[in-house]
Protein backbone atom coordinates (compact mmCIF):
# COMPACT_ATOMS: atom_id res chain seq x y z
CA UNK A 1 0.00 0.00 0.00
CA UNK A 2 1.18 3.72 -1.00
CA UNK A 3 1.68 6.04 1.72
CA UNK A 4 -1.03 8.29 -0.27
CA UNK A 5 -3.66 5.09 -0.26
CA UNK A 6 -3.12 4.91 3.98
CA UNK A 7 -6.36 5.21 5.21
CA UNK A 8 -6.44 7.96 8.73
CA UNK A 9 -6.46 7.02 11.84
CA UNK A 10 -8.34 9.69 12.63
CA UNK A 11 -11.88 10.05 11.71
CA UNK A 12 -12.42 13.66 12.05
CA UNK A 13 -15.91 15.05 12.66
CA UNK A 14 -16.93 18.15 10.99
CA UNK A 15 -16.81 20.20 14.13
CA UNK A 16 -13.09 20.72 13.93
CA UNK A 17 -12.55 19.76 18.01
CA UNK A 18 -12.94 16.77 19.69
CA UNK A 19 -13.22 15.33 23.29
CA UNK A 20 -10.21 13.38 24.52
CA UNK A 21 -10.35 12.17 28.12
CA UNK A 22 -8.02 11.04 30.19
CA UNK A 23 -7.29 9.34 33.92
CA UNK A 24 -4.26 9.78 35.54
CA UNK A 25 -2.05 6.89 36.36
CA UNK A 26 -1.48 5.78 40.47
CA UNK A 27 1.81 6.64 39.72
CA UNK A 28 2.07 9.66 37.92
CA UNK A 29 4.59 12.76 39.19
CA UNK A 30 3.08 16.02 40.08
CA UNK A 31 3.21 17.86 37.11
CA UNK A 32 1.91 21.33 35.40
CA UNK A 33 -1.01 20.46 33.95
CA UNK A 34 -0.25 22.90 30.69
CA UNK A 35 3.47 20.91 30.31
CA UNK A 36 1.62 17.30 30.85
CA UNK A 37 -0.85 18.61 28.01
CA UNK A 38 1.55 19.98 25.78
CA UNK A 39 3.56 16.59 25.76
CA UNK A 40 0.13 15.20 24.59
CA UNK A 41 -0.68 17.41 21.68
CA UNK A 42 1.17 17.07 18.35
CA UNK A 43 3.04 21.06 17.46
CA UNK A 44 1.43 22.20 20.04
CA UNK A 45 3.37 25.28 21.54
CA UNK A 46 3.12 25.93 25.62
CA UNK A 47 1.28 29.23 24.69
CA UNK A 48 -1.22 27.97 22.69
CA UNK A 49 -1.93 25.51 25.28
CA UNK A 50 -2.23 27.80 28.42
CA UNK A 51 -4.10 30.12 26.45
CA UNK A 52 -6.29 27.13 25.61
CA UNK A 53 -6.52 26.08 29.42
CA UNK A 54 -7.44 30.16 30.28
CA UNK A 55 -10.00 29.74 27.74
CA UNK A 56 -11.93 26.75 29.33
CA UNK A 57 -10.70 24.22 26.68
CA UNK A 58 -9.67 21.60 29.28
CA UNK A 59 -11.37 20.91 32.89
CA UNK A 60 -9.95 18.63 35.62
CA UNK A 61 -12.91 16.69 37.53
CA UNK A 62 -15.19 18.23 35.91
CA UNK A 63 -14.63 21.67 36.67
CA UNK A 64 -11.80 24.06 35.46
CA UNK A 65 -8.33 24.51 36.30
CA UNK A 66 -5.61 27.21 36.08
CA UNK A 67 -2.06 26.45 34.20
CA UNK A 68 -0.22 26.24 37.21
CA UNK A 69 -2.26 23.31 38.60
CA UNK A 70 -0.42 20.14 39.02
CA UNK A 71 -2.31 16.63 38.03
CA UNK A 72 -2.54 14.32 40.77
CA UNK A 73 -3.32 10.57 40.74
CA UNK A 74 -6.69 9.65 39.68
CA UNK A 75 -7.80 13.05 38.37
CA UNK A 76 -10.36 12.89 35.19
CA UNK A 77 -9.41 14.97 32.63
CA UNK A 78 -11.63 16.22 29.83
CA UNK A 79 -9.52 18.16 27.12
CA UNK A 80 -11.38 19.62 23.71
CA UNK A 81 -8.57 19.30 21.29
CA UNK A 82 -8.13 20.30 17.63
CA UNK A 83 -8.71 17.05 14.99
CA UNK A 84 -5.05 17.26 13.15
CA UNK A 85 -4.66 20.53 13.89
CA UNK A 86 -3.43 22.64 10.26
CA UNK A 87 0.20 23.76 10.54
CA UNK A 88 0.08 25.63 7.25
CA UNK A 89 0.75 28.93 7.17
CA UNK A 90 -2.45 31.06 6.72
CA UNK A 91 -1.45 33.95 4.00
CA UNK A 92 -3.81 36.98 3.82
CA UNK A 93 -5.52 37.05 0.76
CA UNK A 94 -7.82 39.43 -0.64
CA UNK A 95 -11.12 37.06 -1.20
CA UNK A 96 -14.87 38.49 -1.47
CA UNK A 97 -16.53 37.29 1.83
CA UNK A 98 -20.74 37.11 2.29
CA UNK A 99 -20.40 38.18 5.97
CA UNK A 100 -23.85 37.37 7.31
CA UNK A 101 -23.26 39.16 10.90
CA UNK A 102 -19.95 40.32 13.12
CA UNK A 103 -19.24 41.75 15.95
CA UNK A 104 -16.50 41.35 18.54
CA UNK A 105 -16.75 37.59 19.40
CA UNK A 106 -18.28 35.97 16.20
CA UNK A 107 -18.62 35.99 12.85
CA UNK A 108 -21.13 34.51 10.53
CA UNK A 109 -20.10 33.71 7.05
CA UNK A 110 -22.33 32.36 4.01
CA UNK A 111 -19.79 30.09 1.78
CA UNK A 112 -19.76 30.35 -1.74
CA UNK A 113 -19.76 26.61 -3.66
CA UNK A 114 -15.75 25.62 -4.58
CA UNK A 115 -13.98 27.31 -1.46
CA UNK A 116 -12.53 25.20 1.09
CA UNK A 117 -13.09 26.37 4.74
CA UNK A 118 -9.10 26.18 5.73
CA UNK A 119 -5.67 25.51 4.64
CA UNK A 120 -4.28 22.09 4.40
CA UNK A 121 -2.75 19.33 1.80
CA UNK A 122 -3.52 20.50 -1.89
CA UNK A 123 -4.88 23.60 -0.51
CA UNK A 124 -3.04 25.88 0.61
CA UNK A 125 -4.64 29.34 -1.00
CA UNK A 126 -7.90 30.69 -1.74
CA UNK A 127 -9.68 28.97 1.50
CA UNK A 128 -11.94 30.64 3.52
CA UNK A 129 -9.54 31.19 6.64
CA UNK A 130 -6.97 33.30 3.84
CA UNK A 131 -9.96 35.53 3.19
CA UNK A 132 -10.53 35.82 6.45
CA UNK A 133 -7.26 36.43 7.60
CA UNK A 134 -7.28 39.74 5.09
CA UNK A 135 -10.09 40.99 6.20
CA UNK A 136 -9.28 41.14 9.60
CA UNK A 137 -5.99 43.01 8.78
CA UNK A 138 -7.89 45.32 6.66
CA UNK A 139 -9.90 46.09 10.47
CA UNK A 140 -6.11 45.73 12.88
CA UNK A 141 -3.12 45.71 10.85
CA UNK A 142 -1.17 44.97 14.00
CA UNK A 143 -2.48 42.01 14.15
CA UNK A 144 0.33 38.90 14.13
CA UNK A 145 0.49 35.77 12.24
CA UNK A 146 -0.35 34.33 16.38
CA UNK A 147 -3.58 36.63 16.75
CA UNK A 148 -5.72 35.00 13.89
CA UNK A 149 -7.83 33.58 15.04
CA UNK A 150 -7.33 29.70 13.04
CA UNK A 151 -8.58 28.19 16.54
CA UNK A 152 -12.07 29.75 16.11
CA UNK A 153 -13.32 27.88 13.10
CA UNK A 154 -15.20 25.06 15.79
CA UNK A 155 -17.06 23.71 12.54
CA UNK A 156 -16.90 23.45 8.74
CA UNK A 157 -18.45 22.64 5.42
CA UNK A 158 -17.34 20.63 2.65
CA UNK A 159 -15.79 22.58 -0.19
CA UNK A 160 -18.42 22.21 -2.41
CA UNK A 161 -21.34 22.81 -0.18
CA UNK A 162 -22.99 25.83 0.26
CA UNK A 163 -24.02 28.32 3.40
CA UNK A 164 -23.70 29.02 6.96
CA UNK A 165 -20.15 28.92 8.80
CA UNK A 166 -19.33 30.33 12.26
CA UNK A 167 -16.20 31.78 13.65
CA UNK A 168 -15.29 32.33 17.05
CA UNK A 169 -12.83 35.82 17.14
CA UNK A 170 -11.17 34.61 20.52
CA UNK A 171 -10.00 31.40 22.57
CA UNK A 172 -12.84 32.18 24.96
CA UNK A 173 -15.62 32.37 21.74
CA UNK A 174 -14.31 29.05 20.46
CA UNK A 175 -14.17 26.94 23.98
CA UNK A 176 -18.01 28.81 24.64
CA UNK A 177 -19.34 27.51 20.82
CA UNK A 178 -17.25 24.24 20.67
CA UNK A 179 -18.93 22.86 23.57
CA UNK A 180 -21.93 23.50 22.12
CA UNK A 181 -21.35 21.67 19.17
CA UNK A 182 -20.30 18.75 21.50
CA UNK A 183 -23.65 19.11 23.13
CA UNK A 184 -25.40 18.91 20.39
CA UNK A 185 -26.95 22.32 20.85
CA UNK A 186 -26.25 24.13 17.76
CA UNK A 187 -29.18 23.97 15.11
CA UNK A 188 -27.92 23.16 12.19
CA UNK A 189 -30.23 22.51 8.94
CA UNK A 190 -29.07 21.66 5.14
CA UNK A 191 -31.08 21.90 2.02
CA UNK A 192 -30.47 18.69 -0.48
CA UNK A 193 -31.81 17.63 -3.53
CA UNK A 194 -31.51 13.67 -3.59
CA UNK A 195 -32.17 10.76 -6.10
CA UNK A 196 -35.26 9.11 -5.61
CA UNK A 197 -38.12 9.79 -4.37
CA UNK A 198 -38.55 9.19 -0.34
CA UNK A 199 -40.99 7.27 0.73
CA UNK A 200 -41.27 8.53 4.39
CA UNK A 201 -42.50 12.52 4.42
CA UNK A 202 -39.94 12.28 7.45
CA UNK A 203 -37.58 10.06 9.22
CA UNK A 204 -34.37 9.66 11.18
CA UNK A 205 -31.06 8.06 9.92
CA UNK A 206 -28.79 6.31 12.60
CA UNK A 207 -25.58 5.01 11.30
CA UNK A 208 -22.13 5.43 12.03
CA UNK A 209 -20.52 7.18 10.10
CA UNK A 210 -16.18 6.77 9.34
CA UNK A 211 -13.69 6.20 6.88
CA UNK A 212 -14.46 4.07 3.64
CA UNK A 213 -11.90 1.20 3.82
CA UNK A 214 -10.79 1.27 0.27
CA UNK A 215 -11.03 4.82 -0.64
CA UNK A 216 -9.66 6.75 1.98
CA UNK A 217 -11.23 10.37 0.73
CA UNK A 218 -14.94 8.95 1.16
CA UNK A 219 -16.88 8.14 4.10
CA UNK A 220 -18.99 4.68 4.89
CA UNK A 221 -21.87 3.96 7.05
CA UNK A 222 -21.74 1.36 9.58
CA UNK A 223 -24.06 -0.48 11.82
CA UNK A 224 -24.01 1.06 15.24
CA UNK A 225 -20.74 0.34 17.68
CA UNK A 226 -18.95 -1.36 14.08
CA UNK A 227 -16.61 0.98 13.14
CA UNK A 228 -16.66 5.02 12.87
CA UNK A 229 -18.70 7.27 15.44
CA UNK A 230 -22.09 7.71 16.17
CA UNK A 231 -24.18 9.91 13.88
CA UNK A 232 -27.94 11.27 13.03
CA UNK A 233 -29.63 12.61 10.68
CA UNK A 234 -33.28 14.07 11.17
CA UNK A 235 -34.90 14.44 7.29
CA UNK A 236 -38.28 15.54 5.97
CA UNK A 237 -39.49 15.69 2.83
CA UNK A 238 -39.99 19.68 0.94
CA UNK A 239 -40.90 18.92 -2.30
CA UNK A 240 -41.31 16.09 -4.45
CA UNK A 241 -40.63 15.53 -8.50
CA UNK A 242 -40.96 11.46 -8.73
CA UNK A 243 -37.13 10.93 -9.65
CA UNK A 244 -35.74 13.28 -7.20
CA UNK A 245 -36.58 14.78 -3.88
CA UNK A 246 -36.23 18.31 -2.04
CA UNK A 247 -35.44 17.47 1.40
CA UNK A 248 -34.51 19.23 4.85
CA UNK A 249 -31.82 17.41 6.64
CA UNK A 250 -31.41 18.36 10.52
CA UNK A 251 -28.21 17.25 12.34
CA UNK A 252 -27.72 15.22 15.67
CA UNK A 253 -24.40 15.17 14.54
CA UNK A 254 -21.85 16.20 12.66
CA UNK A 255 -19.61 13.79 10.82
CA UNK A 256 -17.61 14.91 7.41
CA UNK A 257 -19.90 13.96 4.62
CA UNK A 258 -22.78 12.75 7.14
CA UNK A 259 -25.24 14.07 5.12
CA UNK A 260 -23.98 12.64 2.02
CA UNK A 261 -23.38 8.97 3.79
CA UNK A 262 -26.78 8.79 5.07
CA UNK A 263 -28.88 10.00 2.23
CA UNK A 264 -27.32 7.49 0.13
CA UNK A 265 -27.08 4.59 3.31
CA UNK A 266 -31.05 5.04 3.25
CA UNK A 267 -31.22 4.74 -1.28
CA UNK A 268 -31.15 8.29 -2.16
CA UNK A 269 -27.97 9.84 -3.11
CA UNK A 270 -27.41 13.68 -3.22
CA UNK A 271 -28.35 15.01 -6.64
CA UNK A 272 -24.67 15.02 -8.59
CA UNK A 273 -22.43 14.15 -5.59
CA UNK A 274 -19.68 12.27 -7.70
CA UNK A 275 -17.89 11.24 -4.85
CA UNK A 276 -20.58 9.12 -3.61
CA UNK A 277 -22.09 8.13 -7.57
CA UNK A 278 -24.88 10.95 -7.04
CA UNK A 279 -23.33 12.38 -10.80
CA UNK A 280 -25.09 9.71 -12.81
CA UNK A 281 -29.02 8.92 -13.93
CA UNK A 282 -29.84 7.09 -10.38
CA UNK A 283 -33.69 7.39 -11.41
CA UNK A 284 -35.82 7.73 -14.48
CA UNK A 285 -36.69 7.10 -17.58
CA UNK A 286 -34.29 5.45 -20.36
CA UNK A 287 -35.32 7.67 -23.12
CA UNK A 288 -33.00 10.37 -24.78
CA UNK A 289 -34.57 13.69 -24.00
CA UNK A 290 -35.01 12.73 -20.30
CA UNK A 291 -31.19 12.21 -20.30
CA UNK A 292 -30.69 15.44 -22.01
CA UNK A 293 -32.49 16.91 -19.56
CA UNK A 294 -30.64 15.57 -16.75
CA UNK A 295 -27.42 16.16 -17.74
CA UNK A 296 -28.92 20.03 -18.35
CA UNK A 297 -29.43 20.32 -15.02
CA UNK A 298 -26.25 18.52 -14.61
CA UNK A 299 -24.81 21.77 -15.90
CA UNK A 300 -27.13 24.05 -13.51
CA UNK A 301 -25.80 22.73 -10.55
CA UNK A 302 -22.32 21.11 -11.36
CA UNK A 303 -21.58 20.85 -7.50
CA UNK A 304 -23.58 18.22 -4.76
CA UNK A 305 -26.87 20.00 -4.24
CA UNK A 306 -26.36 21.07 -0.96
CA UNK A 307 -27.00 24.19 1.44
CA UNK A 308 -26.31 24.55 4.83
CA UNK A 309 -29.42 26.74 5.13
CA UNK A 310 -29.93 27.77 8.77
CA UNK A 311 -27.98 28.13 12.25
CA UNK A 312 -28.40 28.88 15.40
CA UNK A 313 -26.39 28.97 18.38
CA UNK A 314 -25.92 30.60 21.56
CA UNK A 315 -23.75 33.88 21.31
CA UNK A 316 -20.36 33.37 23.83
CA UNK A 317 -20.70 36.70 25.85
CA UNK A 318 -24.18 37.83 25.12
CA UNK A 319 -25.89 34.09 26.14
CA UNK A 320 -28.69 35.31 23.69
CA UNK A 321 -30.05 32.85 20.77
CA UNK A 322 -28.77 33.94 17.63
CA UNK A 323 -30.41 32.23 14.55
CA UNK A 324 -29.36 32.87 10.82
CA UNK A 325 -30.77 31.84 7.44
CA UNK A 326 -29.23 31.85 3.90
CA UNK A 327 -31.46 31.58 1.19
CA UNK A 328 -30.89 29.06 -1.36
CA UNK A 329 -27.54 29.67 -3.97
CA UNK A 330 -28.82 30.50 -7.83
CA UNK A 331 -26.98 27.27 -9.05
CA UNK A 332 -29.88 25.08 -6.44
CA UNK A 333 -32.54 27.64 -6.81
CA UNK A 334 -31.98 27.21 -10.52
CA UNK A 335 -32.29 23.42 -10.50
CA UNK A 336 -35.38 23.18 -8.36
CA UNK A 337 -37.34 25.11 -11.01
CA UNK A 338 -35.89 23.12 -14.10
CA UNK A 339 -37.33 20.38 -12.21
CA UNK A 340 -40.74 21.42 -10.89
CA UNK A 341 -41.00 22.85 -14.67
CA UNK A 342 -40.31 19.52 -16.04
CA UNK A 343 -42.95 17.49 -13.73
CA UNK A 344 -45.48 20.47 -14.17
CA UNK A 345 -44.45 19.50 -18.07
CA UNK A 346 -45.66 15.50 -17.80
CA UNK A 347 -48.67 16.05 -15.72
CA UNK A 348 -50.07 18.37 -18.39
CA UNK A 349 -49.58 15.45 -20.57
Known sequence: MNKADEIPKEEAPEELYERKSFKIDPGQEALRIDKWVQQRIENASRSKVQQAIEAGFLTVNGKPVKNNYKIKPG?????????????????????????????????????????VVHPGVGNYTGTLLNGIAYYLLQQKPNLTEEDLPRYGLVHRIDKNTTGLIVLAKSPDAAAHL???????????????????????????VVAHVGRHQRHRKMFEAYPEGESGKHAITHYSVMERFNYVTLVQCRLETGRTHQIRVHMKHIGHTLFNDWEYGGDKILKGTIYAKYKQFVDNCFAICPRVALH?????????????????????????????????????KKTEI
Open 75 to 115: DDILLMSLVNPETTEVKPENIPLNIVFEDDTVMVLNKPPNM
Open 178 to 204: AKQFFNHTVSRKYVALVWGNVEQDEGT
Open 308 to 344: AATLGFIHPKTNKELFFEAPLPDDIRLLIEKWRGYIH
